[in-house]
């Protein structure tokens, strides 16, 4: 009946979420609010880590890629689980490390990553540091150098492969701002500079192809390249590339128009073709990681808001407005996302309006979508926007200087705070007179 498994209609005809009631969410915390069930969320965990274990024996690691949600209680939630963690900034490895996140487990991306970024992670020995070009790579073999270590690094590849397109493609990946190019012979230069250097230690080869893909075929094409690319650095440099992370990108239901595939059968036909192709090219199997981001947590999250005003345009459309927006959901403004809406004290009626969901914000693109379907709304009403778990609360702003809202983990039920709503004095706390 919707899009994520967690969500029902309970006998007040209110929308419940991992076992609460929305209406008493709302009543209770305030709105706009952020509500991730993490039970769903640590599923969603182990259903990863099992297809590894039932289709690679085990020989890998699931990283959570916090940049799709990131706080405190997540890197807990997914320390608990035995799950790694992909940070992209000091910011995010800095949540990671202040709740003691297992150091080994953590992998540090970034196109751009500033020395102090480097300093970060070597002083605290994150386990694999994923060196996206030539001047990052110099500048951490001299600040390894200068701590006395020798860190762990992969290398982001461009493994030609774009699958952002609807077919994907097999080249035309090279204009990206990640990584180095495979076809021009920048990875292998880069691999020979990597494998002289006294402070690197080259463990893996990475690669990312894309985000919110519902084809298994480019994820497999991506890995048979890794491994030829490995088999090749074997045969002309004799050094063994010992892991290989495939990245995340792994497609969930945001309306009933997506389907996605069971996790593991991509994990499935990936392991069938690596175990095959590293036979044939006699190398050993590499270990595995994978960086599922969105598929953890969006499927569990959900946004509450309160309806203001109804605005019937005869003939054109009618907006619901909302007392959140862009500030707290871009997606709709960037990409033309699209999301399921309900209204949530009315969850059981049937949706028999098409509305404009809009935001508060100063800006007529402040919208959460349009063509949406909902159940006739009033001031006052609740609406849940569904499958917002990933990429809403990591990329919400102060535009209008408007508060972040609070973010709540409900679990069987029970609920708590897991991040506050700011407030006024934080909207003012960085500014001098
Ligand atoms: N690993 C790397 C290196 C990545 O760059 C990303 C996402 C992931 C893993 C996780 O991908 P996921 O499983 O979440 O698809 N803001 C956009 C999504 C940007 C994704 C960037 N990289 C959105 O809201 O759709």
Redesign the pocket.
């Known amino acids: 009946m919707f899009v994520s498994k967690n969500l029902s209609v309970n006998e007040k005809g209110n929308l419940t979420i991992g076992g609460a009631d929305t209406v008493d969410l709302a009543k209770k915390y305030g709105t706009p609010l952020y509500v991730m069930d993490e039970e769903l969320i640590r599923e969603h965990c182990r259903s990863f880590k099992q297809s590894i274990d039932k289709y690679y024996n085990g020989n890998g690691l699931v990283c959570y890629?916090s940049?799709?949600f990131c706080c405190k209680a997540i890197c807990k939630a997914m320390m608990d689980e035995g799950i790694g963690l992909?940070v992209?900034s000091e910011g995010e490895l800095y949540t990671a490390l202040s709740v003691g996140f297992p150091v080994e487990k953590i992998c540090f991306?970034g196109n751009n990553k500033t020395d102090d970024e480097l300093l970060l992670a070597v002083e605290n020995n994150v386990g694999r540091i994923?060196v996206d070009n030539i001047f990052e790579l110099e500048r951490l073999n001299d600040i390894a150098e200068e701590k006395g270590i020798k860190a762990n690094i992969m290398f982001?590849i461009k493994p030609g492969v774009d699958a952002h397109t609807h077919d994907f493609v097999k080249t035309g990946q090279i204009d990206s701002k990640?990584g180095f190019a495979l076809e021009t012979g920048e990875a292998f230069e880069a691999v020979k500079k990597a494998v002289s250097l006294k402070n690197i230690n080259l463990v893996g080869l990475?690669c990312?192809i894309g985000?919110?893909i519902f084809d298994i075929d480019p994820f497999v094409l991506a890995a048979e390249i890794m491994i030829n690319f490995i088999a090749d650095i074997k045969s002309k440099l004799g050094h063994e590339v010992k892991e290989l992370n495939l990245?995340?990108?792994?497609g969930i239901k945001y309306t009933e128009d997506d389907s996605p595939v069971a996790y593991d059968k991509y994990m499935e036909n990936v392991s069938v073709r690596v175990k095959e192709l590293c036979a044939e090219k006699n190398i050993e199997l590499p270990f595995i990681l994978i960086?599922?981001?969105?598929?953890i947590a969006a499927p569990a999250g959900i946004t509450l808001y309160t309806v203001g005003g109804v605005k019937h345009i005869p003939n054109i459309r009618t907006y619901v407005s909302i007392d959140g927006g862009m500030c707290d959901n871009p997606?709709y403004a960037?990409?033309k996302?699209k999301y399921e809406a309900v209204v949530a004290n009315k969850a059981s009626q049937p949706k028999n309006t098409t509305v404009t969901i809009a935001g508060k914000c100063c800006e007529s693109g402040d919208l959460i979508g349009e063509g949406m379907q909902l159940q006739e709304a009033v001031p006052g009403d609740i609406v849940a926007v569904l499958a917002t778990g990933?990429?809403n609360y990591s990329?919400s702003s102060n535009y209008n200087r408007l508060r972040k809202p609070a973010v709540v983990f409900v679990n069987k039920g029970n609920s708590r705070v897991v991040v506050k709503r700011e407030t006024l004095d934080d909207i003012i706390r960085n500014d001098e007179e």
């Open positions: 890629a940049k799709a992909d992209v991306h994923i982001r990640f990475h990312h985000s919110q990245g995340g990108g792994f960086e599922p981001g969105r598929s997606r960037l990409y996302s990933a990429y990329m």
